[in-house]
């Protein structure tokens, strides 16, 4: 074998970011999680917009099953929305 085979054959020198990204995405579960995060923070972001509802306002539909008068996730015991409660932990 010539000395430019050989070069010819040498693998590719990849930066520190490149590796991180390469074995990042080469990984199933990393994926998963990645996508888990952004779901996580797009509900935390477009939640309060969504919603008609304040986190602290006290309904006179107590115990709405969900999906009744707005309240996509029912509310609590004392009529308070759960998606605007959920929503608003997320983003503390």
Do not use: C
Not at 20 to 39: D, Y
Not at 47 to 75: F, R
């Amino acid at each position: 074998m010539s000395i430019e085979n050989q070069e010819d054959k040498a693998p590719e020198s990849l930066s520190y970011w490149q590796d991180v990204r390469k074995r990042f995405f080469s990984n199933k579960i990393s994926i998963v999680g990645l996508v888990i995060l952004s779901a996580l923070i797009l509900i935390g972001i477009l939640g309060p917009i969504v919603s008609n509802w304040k986190y602290d306002e006290l309904g006179s539909d107590i115990l709405a099953a969900p999906g009744t008068n707005g309240h996509w996730l029912g509310t609590d015991d004392l009529g308070r929305d759960i998606f605007t409660r959920v929503t608003l932990a997320d983003i503390y």
